[in-house]
Each structure stands twice: as structure tokens, then as C-alpha cells.
């Protein structure tokens, strides 16, 4: 079974709109983080947003925010007022607990692309 | 340096050659990761060094990968003959302490192009 899904493959969203990028996570280790990472065309991963499971309030960062249910296993990113360099892939991503080591295991990612 | 550097940024090889990628870390950072993205793949992890623990070695694919870490700090990934399936982007990342929480941070990237 994937660890890590994300089911929308590529869309769009209209410049200064919020956008949701789904993930839903598969795990039976109580403590774990999930991570969302930024790839542009450049290659370079660029790290977004955290959340811990034990978290008890969503993360924030900016215009990023992850809705977080735990109970349906998932952590959806939130984009508000999108801009044009939003253009990228997006990656989710979660490294379980110590008795799993401290890789992380990461989804197929959501292209996104911003219309003007 | 300010963020992972990585060297070379791209390669090109023949099948069966050997190829050795570089990492240079985030100073101070003692945990660093290689990972793996290919289109048939994904994003795949390799392998794990932390302090002076033994590395996490499970997601290396074959025997013909292997990566050391020097001194604690820089790391080389080496592939022995190389075959055209290990054509992909090797990505190199660190954290502070190689703690659950802990944000990884990614360098540029190698992409290797085996003909």
C-alpha cells in the first residue's frame, strides 16, 4: 500500500486565488511528521510547511497552511492568493517514527500551474 | 556554505562506468540523506548517515551503490557500473540532528544521465 498519496496528478488555479493540494498518509506509528516540500523547474526541493502528529493546532507558514485531520489520515495544503511563482511541483511527504529510521517517504506530488 | 551543495550538477556516463557524486552538507548539521527521483520512480530514499552511528543503508537498490561520509561531513555517493535504469537525480539533504521533526534541507541535485 502507498504510504503517501496524492491524487491530482497536475491542475490549475487562477492567480490570487487559494489552491488545495491533497495527501492522505498510511501509518501505525503514533508519532510521525509530515512535510510539504516545493520543486520548481529549477530541481531544487524547497521545504514548506511542517506538521507533527501530536500537533494539536494546524501549521501556518505565510500563505501556506495545512489542514490537518488526523482521523481521516490526511494534511492537505492550502496556498492562499496564489502568485505567479507558485508555479511548481509539490511534494508531500512523512518520516515516521525513530523505530522507522528517518527517511522520508514521498508522494507521486500535484503540478501546479498559476494562470495570469 | 549557506544551504547542501552538490557536485557535479550534472553527469553524463557510459554504461558499465563508475561515477562518484559529492555532498557538502549545511555546516553543523550531523544527519544527511540521499534520495532518489527517476519518472518511473519517484522520490526514493537511499541511505541515512547520523553522527557516527552506522548508516541506514535499506533503500540503496543494489550492491552497486555504496556512500561513505568523511569526517562526519562531506559524503560521496558512488554507483559501480553503471546501467542506464540509474539515470535519475540524486538529491543530497541534511539536518540538524537527524530528529523526527527535523526539517530536511535539499541541495541542487546530481542528474546523472547513463547512455
Known amino acids: 500500500a502507498q504510504k503517501i498519496t496524492q491524487t491530482q496528478p497536475g491542475m490549475f488555479v487562477q492567480e490570487k486565488e487559494a489552491v488545495t493540494l491533497d495527501c492522505t498518509y498510511d501509518?501505525?506509528?503514533?508519532?510521525?511528521?509530515l512535510f510539504w516540500y516545493k520543486q520548481p523547474s529549477s530541481g531544487e526541493m524547497i521545504f514548506l510547511i511542517y506538521?507533527?502528529?501530536?500537533?494539536?493546532q494546524n501549521a501556518t507558514e505565510g500563505r501556506y497552511s495545512l489542514n490537518f485531520q488526523k482521523a481521516r489520515k490526511s494534511a492537505n495544503l492550502v496556498i492562499s492568493a496564489s502568485q505567479l511563482g507558485d508555479s511548481a511541483m509539490y511534494f508531500c511527504?512523512?518520516?515516521?517514527?525513530?523505530?522507522?529510521?528517518?527517511?522520508?517517504?514521498f508522494g507521486g506530488g500535484t503540478r501546479v500551474l498559476v494562470k495570469p | 556554505g549557506a544551504g547542501v551543495s552538490q557536485s557535479p550538477s550534472n553527469k553524463v556516463t557510459e554504461k558499465g562506468k563508475d561515477v562518484e557524486l559529492r555532498c557538502d552538507p549545511i555546516?553543523?548539521?550531523?544527519?544527511l540523506y540521499w534520495y532518489r527521483q527517476s519518472l518511473g520512480q519517484g522520490l526514493e530514499f537511499l541511505i541515512y548517515?547520523?553522527?557516527?552511528?552506522?548508516?541506514?543503508k535499506s533503500g540503496l537498490p543494489s550492491d552497486r551503490f555504496s556512500a561513505e561520509r568523511t569526517g562526519g561531513s562531506v559524503s560521496t555517493l558512488t554507483i559501480q557500473r553503471t546501467q542506464q535504469e540509474d539515470s535519475a537525480v540524486y538529491l543530497c539533504?541534511?539536518?540538524?540532528?537527524?530528529?523526527?521533526?527535523?526539517?530536511?534541507?535539499f541541495g541542487p541535485g546530481t542528474r546523472l544521465l547513463v547512455l
Open positions: 548517515f547520523q553522527g557516527n552511528s552506522a548508516p541506514d
Open positions: 501509518t501505525s506509528d503514533p508519532s510521525y511528521g
Open positions: 555546516s553543523g548539521h550531523t544527519a
Open positions: 506538521q507533527g502528529s501530536y500537533d494539536q
Open positions: 511527504a512523512m518520516r515516521e517514527g525513530r523505530a522507522a529510521g528517518n527517511k522520508l517517504t
Open positions: 539533504a541534511s539536518s540538524l540532528q537527524g530528529r523526527t521533526g527535523e526539517t530536511q534541507y
